[in-house]
């Protein structure tokens, strides 16, 4: 006999797992069918034999969990080939190209333009204390104040830049947020399923069985008894046992000793001439 086996939960879905579960726990009072929650069994010890069956839970709604596993894996499957052709060897599009020339030529800019300043600014000046000063130390110290307006402007512009960028992430970072949140519909339909089939099918069927089986209990309640804990789910779990053994195994013969005794001493009939 074959049964199938629970599917694995992602680390993913756990605590999506969990929070379905805690929403059913913290609603029993609405259900009729779960209003001995608090008698026998509270809320916390339900919990932990949930916890405790999850493979067993799970795997009553094996076929919408795969089909919201399928669904939300296509779903990341173009983003991420996205990411690969955008790497470092994929050359990266224009647009990328000419926002980093033009941050290259944002930082330079000043850096450059000031330098210039400083040396033309200062050998001009330099040149004017000679006597007669030569004709171009005008020329020179005209040029220094030149590169000086334009390193101004550069960091002008620069500081520009900078606030129109964080403005504009700030504006573009909620709303991406919010679409990680999002889902497709198609994937949307996929999780809402797993959810209703887990809730309704799991969820809800085991915690019913819990509080109508008197054995079954958590681990701290009936310690001799842990195969008790965990109670069944519309199906039992199958016996194995070993194709050697027949349907019932007969009595073991049982053995005595065997008396022995001295050939040359025997009763009254062998008494020596």
Do not use: C
């Amino acid at each position: 006999m074959h049964m199938k086996s629970a599917p694995h939960l992602l680390a993913e879905d756990r605590p999506e797992y969990e929070r379905i579960l805690d929403d059913a726990l913290r609603h029993a009072h609405e259900r009729p069918d779960l209003a001995a929650v608090g008698e026998r069994l509270n809320a916390v010890q339900l919990r932990t034999m949930a916890l405790d069956a999850t493979a067993l839970i799970t795997e009553t709604a094996a076929t919408e969990y795969d089909h919201y596993v399928k669904a939300r894996e296509e779903l990341r499957g173009p983003a991420e080939g996205a990411d690969h052709e955008s790497g470092p060897g994929s050359g990266g599009s224009p647009n990328q190209s000419g926002a980093g020339i033009g941050a290259v030529v944002t930082v330079l800019a000043p850096v450059l333009a000031g330098t210039a300043a400083f040396i033309f600014l200062l050998s001009g000046y330099l040149l004017r204390l000679l006597s007669p000063p030569p004709s171009f130390a005008a020329t020179m110290v005209a040029a220094g104040w030149f590169f000086a307006a334009v390193m101004a402007a550069a960091i002008l512009a620069a500081a520009v830049g900078l606030l129109i960028t964080a403005l504009r992430n700030g504006s573009t970072s909620q709303p991406a947020e919010d679409s990680d949140n999002e889902l497709p519909e198609d994937v949307a339909r996929a999780r809402e399923a797993w959810r209703h089939a887990l809730l309704e099918r799991g969820i809800l069927p085991f915690l019913r069985d819990a509080l109508a089986d008197p054995d079954a209990g958590p681990a701290s309640r009936t310690p001799h008894r842990s195969a008790n804990r965990i109670p069944k789910i519309g199906y039992s779990r199958p016996d194995f046992s070993s194709p050697d053994d027949g349907p019932a195994a007969g009595p073991r013969p049982t053995f005595t000793s065997p008396d022995f005794t001295s050939p040359d001493f025997g009763g009254p009939e062998h008494e020596p001439d």
